[in-house]
């Protein structure tokens, strides 16, 4: 074969690629899709607090208090599995300045008094409110202090593959808005990765714990300073009590002119 030959072969074989190049071409996409659900857990810590001149009885008198908490909620239905086995121990001290005038003359003494704290923590397998309320009544009954801590979602399998689903039909919109923008046909879809682990925010929030989550880097870009704001527009508010599942998924599709 002459070296003509080939030189001319070589340059069709180009121009077939550089013709095939411009009918097909791919297009890469980020999609995002969130589902909001209900929380399974509610953390409660609770708390007791005694005083005394001596702090070991302080101390002693916090425990058979807290111990009496324990009972009571177990007494409620909270069970022992729900019961936090740490127990968070606290010391405050005091000091007072008593003084009196008798006659002219001023007498002051001192006074210490020693506190002991104790906490526990529970979460309880229920986000109801009302649920929540009563064992806090039984604990205050007992002599308790509560607070809620939070909520959690123990499974979020299911609200994450529906995050997942949400987040594959997001990013196909995206790609077929963005091809028939330059008078593409969509074709199927070549590779599909997830780059990030969905996120999981709990309410209440408008979702600006996590500013730095893939679905919100554009929170720093220089010609939006404000965009966070727009999920006050968009009433994406995640209530007290419910979670929200976010997912991601980066997707390839062929493109044809």
């Given amino acids: 074969m002459s070296s003509k030959l080939i030189l001319w072969l070589s340059l069709a074989a180009l121009a077939l690629c550089a013709a095939a190049s411009a009918q097909e071409s791919t297009l890469r996409v ?13 953390v409660i810590a609770f708390y007791v607090q005694n005083s005394s001149a001596n702090f070991t009885s302080a ?8 111990n009496q908490t324990e009972q009571a909620l177990l007494a409620a239905g909270v069970s022992r ?3 936090g ?8 001290t005091t000091r007072k300045v008593f003084c009196s005038t008798v006659n002219n003359s001023t007498d002051c003494r001192d006074v210490i008094v020693d506190a002991a704290t ?3 923590v529970v979460r309880l397998k229920s986000s109801d409110a009302n649920e929540t309320k009563r064992i806090i009544e039984a604990a205050k009954a007992a002599g308790a202090e509560a607070a809620v801590w939070g909520y959690e979602l123990s499974d979020p399998t299911n609200a994450m593959e529906q ?9 196909k919109a995206k790609a077929q808005y963005i091809a028939s923008s330059y008078d593409l046909t969509l074709g199927e879809s070549m590779q599909i990765e997830e780059p990030e682990y969905p996120d999981i ?5 408008y979702g600006w714990e996590r500013p730095w989550r893939m679905g919100r880097m554009h929170w720093m870009h220089w010609m939006d300073p ?29 493109a044809k002119s």
């Fill in 30 to 42: 980020t999609g995002e899709g969130s589902i909001q659900v209900p929380a399974d857990t509610t």
């Fill in 59 to 66: 101390q002693e008198a916090a425990s058979l208090m807290l």
């Fill in 81 to 83: 599995e729900e019961i």
């Fill in 85 to 92: 086995p740490h127990r968070a121990k606290g010391h405050i």
């Fill in 118 to 120: 104790m906490r526990m």
């Fill in 163 to 171: 995050a997942r689903k949400k987040a594959l039909e997001n990013a």
């Fill in 201 to 205: 925010e709990m309410g209440p929030s």
């Fill in 226 to 254: 404000f965009s966070e704001m727009d999920r006050f527009w968009r009433d994406e508010y995640i209530p007290e009590g419910m979670a929200e599942v976010t997912a991601y998924a980066r997707v390839t599709y062929q």
